[in-house]
């Protein structure tokens, strides 16, 4: 395999490769003999566990952007990057709470099913449409492309089409037995990916403990880290002030220290964990009981990702200080933080290197599998069987929806082949981040207040998505010149390429709030009696004495690392 893989490495890979396909199968065989039905086929037919919701949760989140761009996120701003994962373990606790007795009292398959019965089917077949365009062209392109590219770059830089085809065939395979497949297949998927994970945080810290010459100690090595690094050990970044440098402005246009915790950082997690397809998918299915306690547990297992995605780049950080990982960093000559991992992984015992590539690869074919079986959900339910083929048996159902499978992962594959999107050229993290933030503000803003503001109209609605748009536009691109750089709702900063930007997730939380405000006005000039509001009956979000435990551990455990990072 070259680039330090021996046979035994080789061997480790492909007994995960063989072992995940055979599951796989089996659980496909399990079912083969009863006519496959949509619920069977696009929601497990209610048969996921908890733990196998939780852990497809997990699975199909982390994939290279994590790996990859988080640790070159660790290796640039340190331990703030972990926001994302906290702030997102907070809100999986609203989204099984909250949103969950209502998805599952409306019984719906998908998101748009729930936007067609709070408002209109216009909504549902604009937002249908526009989360096909989003998932196929920008989601499953860019972890296509950011996992074959660093499997490509970890087993010696020469087969980056060879990885890329291997990633789509091994994602279509698990992905074409529908979402039980998908969901048990994940279970074995985030062990690897955790077990992997680990063993390359281990690594790392025991790197850092030798280079300081405390032995082969991994609580050494987290001690020398955090002293070597103490800048990369805090979780907020004060506002820059006259004379700050570039680097530090670019760390708080990234994270925009106690502000983004009051704006974007909660509208971002409410859209991806709340309002998605790709994720809510899993839980769909489920009894209410089930489905949280699913959901709870992957927002524990959130709480621990940041040791597996995020530590192994500040290690890297204080390595590449001290004068190690001088080529890993720049391979070519071209220094990217992003190369973090890989020169981690380079480091590994044989054995282990195989077992990282399987935790890598398994990070990326769950996100595949899962993204690719919400867009053959929502095309299928949701436009071919509503306005294309009304009279569709439920086995023609099940075969459009894997026949949309294929087209969607071949386009995929064709868009990535030669970059033709410029993934590589801004860096797939936050290519997904820039496109999928653009429309963040208005799909949270429709969904709050249509689940908990009867008066919440269909033209308001419509309005807030085309309005939150815009004013992410408006705010991104044009509000330093226009309004200019210092004001009352924010503070542009130079971007050191001649402009001025404003952090990206105030401009989603100004976005958002901006949009409440227009539907809630459009709204008020509607009727008073909205017969499309939903009727939430007392005690719908009354929790069991499980379920509460769940959640405050979570919250103790979030405090604590909070107090102990501020």
């Known amino acids: 395999m070259g680039n330090g893989f021996n046979t035994l490495d080789l061997s480790v890979f492909l007994l995960y490769l063989v072992g995940v396909s055979a599951y796989g199968y089996y659980v496909y065989r399990s079912k083969q003999q009863a006519q496959v039905t949509t619920q069977d086929y696009f929601l497990a037919e209610g048969s996921l566990t908890w733990w196998a919701i939780g852990a497809s949760m997990i699975a199909s989140n982390i994939s290279a952007e994590q790996f990859i761009g988080m640790s070159g996120s660790g290796f640039s701003l340190g331990v703030a990057i972990a926001a ?64 074959a590219l660093a499997i490509n770059n970890l087993t010696g830089g020469e087969h980056f089409h060879l990885v890329l085809i291997g990633l ?19 279970v074995v998927q985030v062990t690897v990916l955790i077990v992997g994970g680990l063993a390359t945080s281990y690594i790392a810290l025991t790197l850092v403990s030798e ?44 994270l925009p220290g106690l502000a983004m915790y009051a704006a974007g950082q909660w509208v971002a997690n409410l859209n991806y964990w709340g309002c998605n397809q790709y994720i809510t998918q899993r839980a769909l299915g489920a009894n209410l009981h089930t489905a949280r306690t699913g959901i709870l547990f992957a927002g524990l297992i959130k709480i621990i990702m940041p040791v597996i995605v995020m530590l192994p780049g500040i290690a890297a950080y204080v390595l590449h200080k001290n004068g190690s990982l001088q080529a890993e960093m720049a391979p070519g000559g071209s220094f990217n933080p ?37 867009i053959s959900t929502i ?3 949701d436009i071919y069987k509503r306005y294309l083929h009304k009279e569709a048996t439920e086995q023609k159902q099940v075969w459009v929806g894997r026949l949309t499978i294929l087209v969607a992962m071949l386009l995929a594959v064709l868009l990535t082949w030669e970059d033709v999107l410029g993934i590589g050229g801004e860096g797939g993290f ?45 705010f991104n691109n044009f509000a330093p010149s226009v309004l200019g750089h210092d ?33 809630v006005l459009v709204s008020l000039a509607g009727p008073r009696l909205n017969p499309k509001a939903l009727h ?31």
């Open 84 to 147: 994302y994962e906290w702030v997102a373990a907070i809100v999986l606790i609203f989204v099984a709470v909250f949103f969950m007795p209502i998805y599952l009292r409306q019984k719906i398959y998908t998101m748009p099913q729930f936007l067609e019965q709070r408002y209109n089917s216009t909504l549902s077949l604009i937002m249908s449409i526009f989360w096909l365009f989003l998932y196929v062209l920008v989601n499953l392109t860019a972890i296509l492309y950011l996992g």
């Open 168 to 186: 789509a065939v091994f994602a279509l395979v698990l992905t074409l037995g529908g979402m039980k497949v998908v969901g048990y297949t994940d």
């Open 211 to 254: 280079k300081f010459g405390l032995g082969h100690n991994i609580f050494a090595g987290f001690q020398a880290m955090m002293r070597d690094a103490d800048d990369h050990f805090h979780m907020v970044f004060e506002k820059p002030g006259p004379g700050a440098s570039q680097a530090y402005i670019g760390k708080y246009l990234a």
């Open 338 to 374: 992003d190369n973090a991992y890989s020169a981690i992984l380079n480091f590994l015992p044989n054995g282990l290197k195989g077992l990282s590539l399987a935790a890598l690869t398994a990070a990326i074919v769950a996100s595949l599998a899962g993204k690719v079986n919400s």
């Open 379 to 381: 095309f299928t339910l």
């Open 430 to 474: 936050i290519f997904i981040q820039k496109y999928t933030g653009f429309i963040s503000p208005g799909i949270v803003a429709v969904f709050l207040l249509g689940m908990f503001w009867k008066r919440t109209t269909g033209t308001a609605a419509v309005a807030g998505m085309l309005a939150g748009f815009l004013l992410s536009v408006f």
């Open 487 to 519: 004001n009352i709702l924010y503070t542009a900063f130079p971007n050191g390429q001649g402009g001025y930007e404003i952090p990206f997730l105030i401009c989603m939380g100004w976005s958002f709030f901006f949009t409440v405000v227009l539907m």
């Open 536 to 566: 939430l009956e007392p005690g719908m979000f009354k929790v069991s004495p499980q379920t509460l435990t769940l959640i405050v551990i979570t919250l103790l455990l979030i405090t604590a690392l909070y107090v102990k990072f501020w």
